[in-house]
């Protein structure tokens, strides 16, 4: 199991540490007003300066392509706050309503793209955020990554628990730390409900590999952190069940899937027949019991479909309505609240109000146009490319692949609940995001030894990783344990 102290990059884990420390405890809120958002943010730009301040150490690789990814996921938003004559900007599409208000007024000033600029300025210092954690990510070593893993379950633990408290204690409890909140549901360090469950069920993919990492290293299933992981993910479940979260129990259900399927169950004595019995054993069980909590007939006072979401569901045609008449400029990166606005009908005016869209893709591209668009669809086909290729040609060590595949599911949860919410504009899930994307890609003292390994030793596999994270040749240890009457697990 790896020491955070075996680390070779023990700064590097301390920034990580912190940053995630900062985010989860201050980032838990979307809306423009809250000031604690600025926390998450100033610990971002000092991990930066922190990175990049010129010392003795190892230099930071960054790949071109992703250098030009955030270079334009950057100037975007720039872009959009930039003056333009008043003849320009009246000809972009969508500021009729605006340019009517002006010509009443007699005014004819310069105006940005961005219909709220200082949204889109707070959507600009945003990006800081999983910019800072994907740098940390990607300049840490295995170890450093596993430690940080460990402390995004243990900081979901206590959110899970501190969420069951608010619960108990009532809509009055002290414990909502934020004015707008859900406040009939467990929230956590949240603002609301559904971003804790996606939070906890992200952490049950965690709980899991740690529980396969165990299991590889002692070649059987070890008591202690079986009964561990046990526990960790009972308490994420309940918290789970107390957020009332739709999406959260289904995640809940992908989550422990995708977690007990990365167990090394056959490399601990286990027949594949009985794996594969298990496994269609546990994914019914788990998918009757998802059907029990979705259909009412369990649970039904929790998770039942309220108002809200079917009219989340109906205003969909009108969001893209919306992005078409901004197309291709896009209103301005954070700017949906008040460009909303303009399109709400009075049958439907009430006290309330949409401060996002609750369908990330369609946001962006009301406000990002076809730049946000690209940019989405870049980084989907490069998360499907690192999927590919962990699948089919992952590292040798299995506890590598591992690491990466736990990033990929728990980053596959976010991407798909994005789909009917806004997970990734709250600073906690934006810098967990950053920290997994970086851990997809493979650390460099581990490609760099794999290079040597190929180079110098032939098919000598190399991949597993002693008490420093140094790396060994399997056949090395193959013989060292066969001395033993021993068996290597990988």
């Known amino acids: 199991m790896p020491n955070p102290f075996s680390t070779n990059r023990p700064q590097t884990l301390y920034a990580a540490l912190a940053l995630l420390s900062v985010a989860v405890l201050f980032g838990g809120a979307t809306r423009y007003e809250v000031g604690t958002t600025m926390l998450p943010r100033l610990a971002a730009l000092m991990a930066i300066v922190y990175l990049f301040w010129p010392r003795n150490r190892s230099p930071l690789r960054v790949e071109r392509g992703a250098l030009f990814f955030w270079a334009v996921l950057f100037a975007l938003p720039l872009v959009q ?23 009443a007024l007699g005014d004819k000033p310069w105006l940005p793209i961005s219909l709220s600029p200082s949204r889109t300025l707070d959507f ?34 206590a959110s899970a628990t501190l969420g069951l408290i608010q619960l108990t204690m009532g809509a009055d409890s002290p414990l909502y730390f934020y004015h707008v909140t859900n406040d009939d549901s467990s929230v956590g360090f949240f603002s609301n409900a559904n971003h804790l469950a ?10 899991l590999a740690w529980l396969a990492d ?3 290293v002692s070649g059987r299933i070890p008591a202690p952190a079986a009964v561990i ?33 990365m167990l090394p169950l056959e490399r601990i004595g286990l027949k594949r027949g009985y794996v594969l019995g298990g496994s269609a054993v546990v994914t019914l069980a788990l998918a009757a019991g998802l ?13 039942q479909i309220d108002d809200g979401t079917q009219e989340r569901i109906g205003l969909l045609p009108r969001f893209a309505h919306v992005a078409h008449d901004f197309f291709p400029f896009g209103s301005g990166l954070g700017s949906f609240e008040p460009v909303y606005k303009s399109y709400e009908r009075a049958s439907e005016l009430s006290f309330g109000y949409w401060n996002q869209a609750h369908q990330d893709y369609l946001q962006v591209a009301i406000e990002g146009g076809l730049v946000g668009i690209l940019l989405i669809l870049a980084f989907l086909v490069w998360f499907a490319i690192r999927v590919v290729r962990i699948w089919y040609h992952g590292d040798d060590s299995s506890r590598m692949r591992r690491q990466q595949a736990t990033a ?24 967990i995001f950053g920290f997994l994307a970086a851990f997809l890609t493979v650390p460099e003292e581990a490609g760099a030894s794999r290079s040597r390994s190929r180079r110098d030793l032939g098919e000598d596999a190399f991949g597993v990783y002693g008490q420093n994270q140094d790396v060994v040749p399997d056949r090395a240890i193959d013989r060292g344990l066969a001395a033993q009457g021993g068996e290597h697990y990988s």
């Open 291 to 303: 059907g029990l909590v979705l259909s009412g007939r369990v649970l039904s006072d929790r998770f």
């Open 81 to 103: 706050l930039i003056p333009l004559p008043w003849s320009v900007w009246t000809a972009l599409p969508g500021r009729g309503l605006a340019q009517h208000v002006y010509t």
């Open 214 to 216: 165990a299991m590889t």
């Open 408 to 431: 990929a599911l728990f980053m596959t949860m976010i991407l798909a609940h994005g789909m009917g919410d806004y997970p990734m504009r709250t600073g906690t899930i934006a810098c």
């Open 229 to 261: 992981c046990g526990l960790a993910i009972t308490v994420l479940l309940f918290g789970i069940a107390g957020t009332s979260s739709r999406a959260g129990a289904i995640f809940s259900v992908v989550g422990l899937l995708g977690g007990l399927a």
């Open 198 to 207: 996606l939070f906890l069920a992200g952490a049950i993919v965690i709980a």
């Open 124 to 157: 600009l210092l945003a990006l800081v955020v999983p910019l800072a954690a994907w740098l940390l990510g990607k300049h840490l070593d295995y170890a450093g990554r596993v430690v940080v893993l460990r402390a995004v379950l243990l900081f979901a633990l």
